[in-house]
T-cell receptor
Framework: NAGVTQTPKFQVLKTGQSMTLQCAQDMNHEYMSWYRQDPGMGLRLIHYSVGAGITDQGEVPNGYNVSRSTTEDFPLRLLSAAPSQTSVYFC????????????FGSGTRLTVV | KQEVTQIPAALSVPEGENLVLNCSFTDSAIYNLQWFRQDPGKGLTSLLLIQSSQREQTSGRLNASLDKSSGRSTLYIAASQPGDSATYLCAVMNAGNNRKLIWGLGTSLAVNP
């Protein structure tokens, strides 16, 4: 099925561990982004990419890295997990930033203990 | 600074009612406004996208309006059904190079049979 695929769906990490959240889309969308969703704070943009090889920071980028080597994939790396990174993470893609709507993945629920 | 507010935070209605969800924003310089639906534990589904030059968009039983001058959008749901129960999120995209999405906290809707 066409769409945005995120893996894993659930993850528990210990403080200081690193991991990569995977995001893949098969719609040939240029724009991809990562959000975190926390109770009472809404969705906040972590990083985004307007095309392969181009990434930029959102409003809460600290502690996260991204790369975009292909149009399809946009992984999010947690360098050294902290309890403050406990959240639900969503990947989203769009044909272009602005005129088109967004397609979201089903999310990754991350707990850092 | 753009701020997006959704009122009410929660709404419970009997099946069959027509209802209105509200979204207000503080800066009228927007590129577009989008309404999303989020089911518990799931990702976000795009419902309607209204460009800044448009007044409304319709999809099935849903109708979204946009009044930039007053900084308001409404999502009208006709003949509500239990399957409409979800959280509805409003997101505004700022105009200009930033094109940042600013999110409301959502309205949690329960439609009772």
């Amino acid at each position: 099925n066409a769409g945005v695929t995120q893996t894993p769906k659930f993850q528990v990490l210990k403080t200081g561990q690193s991991m990569t959240l995977q995001c893949a889309q098969d719609m040939n969308h240029e724009y991809m982004s990562w959000y975190r969703q926390d109770p009472g704070m809404g969705l906040r943009l972590i990083h985004y990419s307007v095309g392969a090889g181009i990434t930029d920071q959102g409003e809460v980028p600290n502690g996260y890295n991204v790369s975009r080597s292909t149009t399809e994939d946009f992984p999010l790396r947690l360098l050294s997990a902290a309890p403050s990174q406990t959240s639900v993470y969503f990947c989203a893609s769009s044909l272009g930033r602005g005129f088109y709507g967004y397609t979201f993945g089903s999310g990754t629920r991350l707990t850092v203990v | 600074k753009q701020e997006v507010t959704q009122i009410p935070a929660a709404l419970s209605v009997p099946e069959g009612e027509n209802l209105v969800l509200n979204c207000s924003f503080t800066d009228s310089a927007i590129y577009n406004l989008q309404w999303f639906r989020q089911d518990p534990g799931k990702g976000l589904t795009s419902l309607l996208l209204i460009q800044s030059s448009q007044r409304e968009q319709t999809s099935g039983r849903l109708n979204a309006s946009l009044d930039k001058s007053s900084g308001r959008s409404t999502l009208y749901i006709a003949a509500s059904q239990p399957g409409d129960s979800a959280t509805y999120l409003c997101a505004v995209m700022n105009a200009g190079n930033n094109r940042k999405l600013i999110w409301g906290l959502g309205t949690s809707l329960a439609v009772n049979p």
